[in-house]
């Protein structure tokens, strides 16, 4: 038998396969795949999506009995995550004498964060907090391989983007936000290039494009499969340039909003994380930017997500009043890493398949067209794993092929090298080549696809509150496409940064501060009968050992964890 | 299998090899084959510095180790780089590392821009122990070499992989904060000497006469069948780049 280095002996049959029936799928991608694997219907992929997506499940949803929403059914763990005690009491802090007192506050340093910051800087606003809670960059912003999109190609146009991005959304999006999103990417594009964003260019400048699932032009830039490190790593070190406007807090989450007392909001409670310090700053305009929800495990899944995403931004603004929308959709990035057990959930960008890396099963057969909308392409990897079709790694775990090695048969040798560094270096430590061997993939929590709802200028129906980026709800309707969050945060970032530099302006706030919202919240959760010990904001996920726990001081809850137990009762 | 509650990430086999590591000077048995993070929080810690994307590209989670009976010190990623028995570690959460501050607008993409914000950059020694650091396994004493012949086009190629973990700059002994260095090197090519994109141009200017406004209007005024239809019948078209 043929050998497979990095992969146990049990998966070497499989291996074979893919390898015997490579040829042929070679041959037809040549010819263009599409012309033999048609995408699916509307109708075909409702079914697929019915029988099949973690979201359509029964036990996926539950209905929520405070807040703004309170009746609609959303997502489960989003729901506990919201009926939860604040983290501090009302007569905790004194309110009295801020530490800062500011025109902005921005909560959240990923990429929508650092665009609001520079663009409340550039709109007037003379003093700006960028409050975090790991370092400005650490966020989910860092980490998109892939792509952002942007109709930057003469037959393409920001109408066509539009209509995939509302089609892919399954029609549920905010119309005016999409539009929005469409029409301004390619001024983000130059944005970006003018900070120095290397875009991957020919040698004539035009931007590199590439397809993206559920696209129907080539409109995807990148950066290598660094794109958003790439741009992240820009946009901090820009904000890190203009230290005299911009006060960068790091270590220092938001765990409360604060209102003036016409319930207007007029900045937040940080915390760090070190020493328990409160921290209270008064502003004018408050913009959220913390980002979305993976590490809640949604389901039991394994994330992609980076280790602050958890949905904090979503806690404090449902508590101080915010209505959120299509918070009953979850996105499943089809191709999470399974194998090796260290890479278990990692995110496999999907710019393997738009080079041309095909999915298969175990018997080598392609069975989905590779560009499906994510939510698709997720159920349809699920539904051949539940035929049976799946690949079973030594510990238990299912997946299907990716065939990486179809894109150097099409592209030549060296186009994962050059387009795909990250990917090869991930599994090369791991001893697996991925130029001449698959990588075995599985749906893995990916997105937030709702949030806390917004306009066109990035503002909340609670006045003095704006969001951008993946906090906010509306943009990607139920189900985002690749290469749209990455656009999304530097246009609704940038959006949210001058939308609240304007309103700063006008000076909406009264003197006082308060946290009766507090007040009203712990009511309203008494009068729904609602009897829990969890805390939310949880600020971080725990993933000690839980024998191990057993033997400390404090129970084990996955809500409120054991670093931060000293803050509460 | 996914269905399965995972709420502890690395959750092993319950017959998985337990190994003994030191965690910052204090022993644990952790289970064999994690990595240096996920061994770090089954010993019971729940991390609040040092730990960021766990995927390998944010450079949070910079760590240093020793191996018995090795002198040699050792780098890497928490989140990628597997325990060996015996290992002791500690991790590095902060880099002190110089930033210039600078306007990317006003600088030049000449040495001259790196002799007047990093001049330490000219005091490299050569030693390559930043190269032998590097989890990237990025050739950084090359793109700092090149950077002082003002070769920033193959300073920006060279160092395109960094994820700024520090590490290089811990071990410099020449103090310089190579990260930093090279990411003025890229900012300065991405902006001024990479071509330029005239299209992206032609198409903003589109965009900002209102070229779109009415195609938009028409399709926003569709209704949901209507645009149902529209999207299934778009014509898909990967060929022109």
Redesign the interface.
């Given at each position: 038998m043929k050998s497979f280095p990095g992969y146990p002996e049990s998966m070497w049959p499989s291996l074979e396969m893919v390898e015997k029936t490579r040829p042929k799928r070679v041959e037809l991608a040549k010819q263009g795949l599409i012309n033999f694997l048609k995408p699916m219907s509307l109708e075909e992929r409702e079914d697929v999506l019915s029988k099949y997506h973690p979201d359509y499940q029964p036990d996926a949803e539950k209905e929520i009995h405070v807040g703004p929403n309170k009746g609609e059914k959303l997502t489960a763990k989003v729901v506990e995550l919201l009926e939860s005690h604040a983290r501090i009491k009302p007569e905790e802090v004194d309110l009295s004498n801020p530490d800062f007192d500011v025109d902005v506050l921005v909560i959240g340093g990923g990429g929508a964060g650092s665009q609001a910051a520079i663009w409340a800087m550039k709109e007037g606003a003379d003093s700006i907090v960028l409050a975090t809670k790991l370092r400005i960059g650490d966020a989910n912003s860092m980490m998109s391989q892939g792509g952002m999109q942007a109709a930057v190609n003469p037959h393409d146009s920001p109408v066509i983007h539009y209509l995939d991005i509302i089609g892919g959304g399954h029609f549920a999006n905010k119309p005016e936000l999409v539009k929005v999103l469409a029409s301004e990417a390619p001024f983000i594009a130059k944005f970006l290039m003018e900070l120095g964003v290397m875009w991957d260019r020919d040698e004539t400048g035009h931007l590199q494009t590439k397809p993206g699932g559920g696209t129907s032009r080539r409109r995807m830039l990148s950066a290598r499969d660094y794109t958003g490190a790439e741009i992240m790593r820009v946009l901090r070190d820009e904000v890190k340039n203009h230290p005299d406007k911009i006060t960068l807090l790091e270590y220092s989450p938001a765990i409360e909003l604060l209102t003036d007392e016409e319930g207007r909001v007029a900045g937040a409670i940080l915390m760090q994380t070190e020493t328990g310090e409160f921290i209270v700053v008064r502003a004018k305009s408050t913009v959220i930017t913390t980002g979305g929800f993976g590490r809640l495990h949604i389901k039991g899944f394994p994330t992609t997500n980076h280790y602050g995403a958890t949905a904090d931004g979503l806690v404090l603004a449902y508590r101080v009043g915010a209505r959120l929308r299509d918070m009953d959709t979850v996105q499943f990035h089809p191709t999470g890493a399974v194998f090796p057990e260290q890479v278990w959930g990692f995110l496999i960008t999907e710019k393997v398949r738009g080079l041309g890396g095909q999915p298969v099963n175990k018997n080598g057969e392609l069975f989905v067209y590779p560009l499906e909308p994510r939510d698709v392409e997720a159920a349809s990897f699920i539904r051949e794993c539940a035929k049976g079709l799946g690949v079973t790694t030594p510990t238990g775990k299912v997946g299907v092929w990716l065939d990486s090695p179809v894109i150097e048969e099409l592209s030549g040798p060296g186009t994962i090298e050059k387009q795909l560094p990250a990917m090869l270096r991930q599994f090369h430590r791991f001893g697996i080549d991925i130029r001449k061997t698959p990588m075995l993939v599985y749906p893995t929590l990916h997105y937030q696809n709702g949030g806390i709802e917004i306009n066109e200028r990035t503002e909340t129906n609670v006045p003095n509150l704006f969001v951008g980026g993946e906090a906010s709800g509306g943009v990607h309707g139920k189900n985002r496409l690749m290469g749209n969050s990455v656009l999304d945060y530097n246009v609704f970032g940038r959006r949210a940064g001058i939308f609240a530099a304007r309103n700063a302006k006008k000076n909406n706030i009264g003197k006082k501060l308060t946290l009766q919202h507090v007040e009203k919240w712990e009511k309203e959760l008494k009068e729904a009968g609602i009897e829990t010990k969890r805390i939310s904001p949880i600020l971080f996920p725990d993933y000690r050992n839980k024998e191990i726990l057993k033997k400390h001081r404090n129970e084990f809850d996955p809500f409120i964890g054991f670093a931060l137990t000293g803050w509460q009762e | 299998?996914?269905?399965?509650?995972?709420?502890?990430?690395?959750e092993k086999?319950p017959q998985a090899k337990m190994i003994p590591v030191f965690i910052m000077g204090q022993k644990y048995e952790v289970p064999e084959?994690?990595?240096i993070l996920?061994a770090i929080?089954?010993?019971?810690?729940?991390?609040?510095?040092g730990?960021?994307?766990?995927?390998?590209?944010?450079g949070?989670c910079a760590t240093v180790y020793r191996l018995p009976g090795d002198y040699k010190l050792r780098g890497g990623l928490a989140c990628?780089t597997?325990v060996q028995p015996g290992m002791y570690l500690t991790q590095i959460p902060f880099t002190p590392a110089q930033?210039a501050?600078?306007?990317?607008d006003e600088v030049k993409p000449d040495i001259s821009t790196f002799q007047k914000f990093y001049p330490e950059v000219f005091r490299c020694l050569g030693c390559n122990a930043c190269t032998k650091v590097c989890p990237?396994?990025l050739k950084v004493m090359d793109y700092i070499q090149a950077i002082m012949r003002g070769d920033i086009e193959l300073a920006?190629d060279l160092s395109?992989?960094c994820?700024?973990c520090g590490l290089c700059t811990m071990r410099c002994p020449a103090e310089m904060a190579q990260y930093n260095i090279a990411?003025l090197a890229?900012?300065?090519?991405?902006?001024y000497m990479?071509?330029?994109?005239?299209?992206?141009?032609k198409?903003?200017e589109e965009?900002e006469q209102g070229k779109?406004e009415k195609?938009?209007e028409e399709?926003?005024s569709l209704s949901?069948e209507e645009?149902?239809k529209?999207?299934?019948e778009?014509?898909?078209?990967?060929d022109?780049?």
């Open positions: - | 299998m996914a269905e399965k509650e995972v709420l502890n990430e690395e086999e084959g994690s990595t996920n929080e089954y010993a019971g810690y729940q991390l609040k510095k730990v960021g994307c766990r995927e390998g590209f944010c949070a990628q597997v930033k501050i600078y306007d990317i990237q396994e920006a395109f992989d994820i700024m990411l890229r900012r300065l090519y991405g902006k990479m071509p330029k994109p005239e299209f992206v141009y198409r903003i965009i779109y195609e938009f399709i926003m949901k645009l149902e529209r999207y299934t778009r014509d898909i078209n990967f022109i780049t």
